[in-house]
């Protein structure tokens, strides 16, 4: 039933934002030199690796590791990277990992493949078995500045009370949360 509607969801939202996604795509084009979108190496459901896509808010060249991780992150930033970053408009494309099955619109986000610490603690507790998303638990309560072992916790949690209703509750205050910029750094 999530598959089904996850893909009900992308379909409609790649419709109605195709439009926005055209301008976006145009927009880091003109502004920095290289490709539209970054296809990032991420770890999916039973720690497979898939390629997912966001609009490249990072200068090419940038070390493939967790923004938090970079000494000056800002001075990575495209012209319209922080704009894309703060207003979450970076995640768009993630929609395709949807429609393709790689994600889901609520799970654990998506590790990268170099976050080995965060990879064996989810792999410890079960969360490898859930499909990631585009947003989660963890990043509703915290996002960027939790640490592992926190995220994990609320990873956890989200394994145990995964339901329709916790879903729609996540993705309710996802949207809150990107209309009001919370826990966006970058």
């Known amino acids: 039933m999530k598959r089904i509607l996850d893909l009900l969801l992308a379909l409609a939202a790649a419709v109605v934002l195709a439009v926005p996604v055209l301008l976006v795509a145009i927009a880091v084009r003109l502004t920095s030199p290289g490709p539209a979108l970054y296809w990032s190496d991420r770890v999916g459901r039973h720690n497979k690796i898939f390629k997912m896509p966001k609009f490249r808010s990072m200068q090419v060249g940038t070390p493939a590791v967790a923004t938090h991780l970079l000494a000056d992150a800002n001075a990575h930033l495209t012209p319209v990277g922080s704009f894309l970053r703060k207003s979450s408009l970076d995640e768009l494309p993630q929609l395709w990992s949807i429609l393709a099955g790689d994600m889901s619109f609520v799970g654990p986000r998506p590790a990268l493949f170099n976050q080995h610490d965060l990879v064996e603690l989810r792999t410890r507790f079960g969360v490898h ?3 990631p998303g585009l947003t989660g638990w963890a990043q509703v309560n915290g996002r960027d500045e939790l640490p592992i ?14 339901s329709l209703g916790f879903d729609l ?11 009001r910029r919370d826990g966006i750094t970058h």
């Open 149 to 162: 072992p926190d995220k994990v916790r609320l990873d956890v949690e989200y394994l145990q009370r995964q």
């Open 169 to 179: 509750r996540i993705l309710w205050m996802t949207l809150v949360k990107v209309i």
């Open 129 to 131: 078995e859930l499909v």
